[in-house]
């Protein structure tokens, strides 16, 4: 904890006096934290001279940014137009079932997985496709989906 | 010196297909047999439906080009090439004998990617050695008023979509007041279904530099923002490296080329937000905020950036400067039409064969771009119809195929020629399904500032929803037309003003398939699955048990050797027997 609080000052240090930084600064705050935590947003707010409430409007506004704590992988499923049309939602069912997602759930129970659904990836030609971490897999079909996975599962 | 060179595709979507996995193999092979052979890597051809593709030229060979090459395949490639005797299947260029694609590139013309699956992106030699920075040098020689003047005569109007005229755009920053200007690359590529700034982006990063150099020394700009979407990771990498690359030898930062001009530029990820590709919008992120659009005037080359005077131009737009700079604008408007000069790249995408990047001349028309091109529809199905434009464009059907492409002439379609997503869509897919994820999508992205976007595309995505689920009525369609209007007269920015675009589109040329499900309560492409049953056909059912073994949900019966039956009680209609049957006994009713 004593370290992290280190790591978060450093990066605060880096950012301050600097304008446009917030953005730039929560992405690194949630790469070193693996979310936007609320009490991490408040010491935020305080250090920086910024209100909370302009935080909390950024952290929500963009997508990219996460309140709740997510998996250790995430997978992206991609939704665009190409994507949907040769059968994303095929995909996406599949990697809830594989998962045991329900409902609204999308992060697992022992914290491996937390499952997006992305606008577009831009690897259209190889549609339908997913990404975990930063690999991305490519002309899916729900029966190859328990392999992909499974490659990252823990061992 | 090495006999051979071996050059490997290794964009995004090469890696993708696994060409990180060949370029492994690749450099263990050469070493191991201590092989002739020099390897490189580019990034994207634009073939992504063959990649990953390998391109072997030198020693007097002619140049030729593999496709969907595979790691085990490489030293038998190598040794055939160095031989003479060479057997591959599938050559997909070859530059004296015809192969399957040499038509594909004749057809296109390319200025912007010009260098994409040429140089090696991340090498600043490489693409000095194509000419690279020679337009800038020519550039700071001349005065800023005289390099506007070329940009005005080119005709080159905004890639990102809108078309307004580029020239026209810096000459009202150069005119603005005030002594600290801001130049901005908007690469928030968002639409769903294109990648042509991607590829741009990872394939020759410092075209784009070099034409944001050149165009802040124009406009008297000292400090400059590359916009990028943050699920572009290598077009950052390959960004950064440029960047660090160009300020070593003195193409950036203080005193260019020894002419005391002075330009900053600096990189900035987006953070997933559609609308930030909205110019006003945009700013206001660079600036650290929520990204919502605000009222135009003033306009950015006014007050932009902090207040200050401000240019936005896209990723294609200042990739063609340097191009234009170097052989100027006559040479620039050989290309395209009168209105329209240039080309325009395209991202092909969806039921196409040729899946991938082109640059075509404008004025080409859809049906050569789909069939001369993109080599037709994917297993000879039969065309329905092209989306252009994202979710601010239209769904352009068969009938209008010769339409030119043009600002002017897909302006007319109801569509628009958007930033150049091309997705297009076959008999299988369903145009009111098309509407409903479009809307799905401007209906999340939407930022909520303008009340009728923000309510107007929830209520329009309800009724869709409920057309696809065959609870549709006849009114729905008038209230969807009457929802469209006033969306467009009530919102501020483009994103609501275009996001009925898809439904307004479907509307005029695919209404029969709106009627289908609200009358019949069918669905004619049978893609909506809740107006979906399928059915198996007994006397083509051999009774292989293929399609019971598969059912997630069990619901196939039947003896083996005789006719499966389906529960229809039962079936979650995923499509797993439709999929499964080799004798083609699963129907889709």
Redesign the interface.
């Known amino acids: 904890m004593q370290n992290s609080r280190q790591e978060l000052d450093a990066i605060l240090s880096k950012f301050k006096g600097r304008?446009?930084?917030?953005?730039?600064l929560?992405?690194e705050v949630q790469q070193l934290e693996g979310y936007l935590k609320k009490e991490t947003m408040k010491y935020v707010s305080e250090q920086m001279g910024v209100s909370a409430a302009?935080i909390f409007?950024?952290a929500t506004?963009?997508?990219?940014?996460r309140l709740k704590p997510q998996g250790k992988y995430i997978v992206r499923v991609c939704?665009?137009?190409?994507?949907?049309?040769?059968g994303a939602n095929?995909i996406l069912?599949a990697i809830k079932e594989h998962l045991k997602l329900e409902g609204e759930a999308d992060t697992t129970e022992d914290t491996q997985f937390t499952v997006l659904e992305?606008?577009?990836?831009?690897?259209?030609?190889?549609?339908p496709?997913i990404m975990i971490g930063?690999q991305?897999?490519?002309k899916l079909?729900?029966e190859a989906i328990p392999a992909v996975i499974g490659k990252f599962a823990k061992a | 010196m090495e006999k051979i060179t071996a050059k490997l595709g290794l964009g995004?979507?090469g890696?993708?297909?696994g060409a990180d996995i060949v370029w492994t193999e690749l450099k263990k092979v050469v070493n191991d047999n201590n092989l002739s052979v020099k390897i490189e890597k580019t990034a994207c051809i634009g073939m992504?439906?063959e990649?990953p593709v390998l391109e072997l030229s030198g020693d007097g060979k002619p140049k030729i080009m593999l496709g969907k090459v595979e790691s085990k395949d490489i030293k038998n490639i190598l040794d055939g090439y160095l031989n003479n005797t060479l057997e591959y299947n599938n050559i997909i260029l070859h530059e004296h004998q015809p192969a399957v694609h040499n038509e594909l590139i004749a057809n296109q013309q390319r200025i912007v990617l010009r260098n994409c699956g040429v140089i090696d992106p991340e090498s600043l030699e490489d693409y000095e050695a194509q000419g690279g920075y020679q337009a800038l040098r020519k550039a700071l020689s001349m005065k800023p008023i005289n390099i506007i003047d070329i940009v005005k005569e080119s005709g080159l109007r905004g890639r990102g979509g809108a078309g307004f005229s580029t020239g026209m755009k810096w000459q009202f920053a150069f005119n603005a007041r005030g002594n600290k200007k801001y130049v901005v690359c908007n690469a928030d590529?968002?639409?769903?279904?294109?990648?042509m700034d991607?590829s741009t982006l990872e394939g020759d990063p410092h075209a784009i530099i070099e034409g944001m150099i050149i165009g802040a020394y124009a406009m008297g700009a000292d400090e400059g923002y590359l916009y990028v979407r943050?699920?572009?990771?290598m077009a950052i990498k390959h960004l950064r490296k440029a960047l660090i690359d160009a300020e070593a030898k003195g193409y950036l930062g203080l005193n260019i080329m020894g002419t005391g001009f002075n330009f900053d530029l600096h990189i900035?990820?987006?953070?997933?937000?559609?609308v930030c590709g909205e110019e006003t919008a945009l700013m206001q992120?660079?600036?650290?905020?929520?990204?919502m659009p605000t009222i135009r005037p003033p306009f950015p080359a006014e007050s932009g950036l902090?207040g200050k005077p401000t240019n936005i131009n896209n990723v294609e737009s200042w990739a063609n400067i340097p191009w234009i700079i170097t052989n100027g604008a006559d040479a620039f408007r050989k290309f395209g039409t009168e209105k329209s000069p240039g080309t325009k790249v395209f991202?092909?995408?969806?039921?196409i064969a040729n899946?991938?990047l082109i640059e075509v001349p404008m004025g080409m028309t859809l049906h050569d771009v789909i069939y001369k091109v993109g080599g037709g529809i994917k297993d000879g199905k039969k065309f329905k119809g092209v989306?252009l434009g994202?979710p601010s464009g239209g769904c352009v059907p068969a009938s209008l195929l010769e339409t030119t492409v043009d600002y002017d002439s897909i302006n007319k379609t109801g569509a628009i020629m958007g930033s150049g997503?091309m997705?297009v869509?076959d008999e299988e897919?369903c145009m009111v399904d098309?509407a409903r994820?479009?809307l799905n999508?401007t209906q999340n992205?939407s930022?909520g500032k303008c009340t009728f976007c923000r309510i107007g595309t929830r209520r329009m995505l309800e009724i869709l929803t409920r057309i696809t689920e065959g609870k549709g009525e006849m009114a729905d369609i008038e209230k969807l037309e009457q929802l469209a209007v006033n969306i467009i007269k009530g919102s501020l920015c483009g994103l609501g003003q275009t996001a009925p675009n898809p439904v307004l589109t479907t509307l005029r040329y695919f209404r029969d398939e709106y009627l289908a499900h609200i009358v019949d309560k069918k669905c004619p492409a049978h893609s909506c699955t809740a107006l979906l049953k399928f059915e198996i056909l007994p006397d083509k059912c051999i009774g292989c048990t293929a399609c019971a073994r598969k059912c997630p949900v069990k619901c196939i019966s039947g003896a083996v050797k005789q006719p499966h039956i389906i529960d229809q009680s039962k079936c979650v209609k995923?499509?797993?027997c439709y999929?499964s049957c080799k004798f083609k006994a699963v129907t889709k009713v």
Request: with cysteine; glycine share 16%.
């Open positions: 304008h446009g930084a917030l953005i730039p929560l992405q302009e409007g950024v506004f963009y997508s990219m940014f939704k665009g137009t190409a994507c949907h049309v040769s095929g069912n992305v606008a577009c990836l831009g690897c259209c030609s190889l549609a496709v930063d991305t897999y490519g079909t729900p | 995004s979507c890696i993708a297909a992504c439906f990649e590529e968002g639409d769903p279904g294109a990648f991607r943050a699920e572009y990771p900035k990820e987006g953070a997933g937000a559609f992120s660079i600036e650290g905020k929520r990204g902090w991202a092909l995408a969806g039921k899946s991938g989306q994202g997503g997705v869509m897919t098309i994820f479009f999508f992205e930022c995923c499509g797993a999929t």
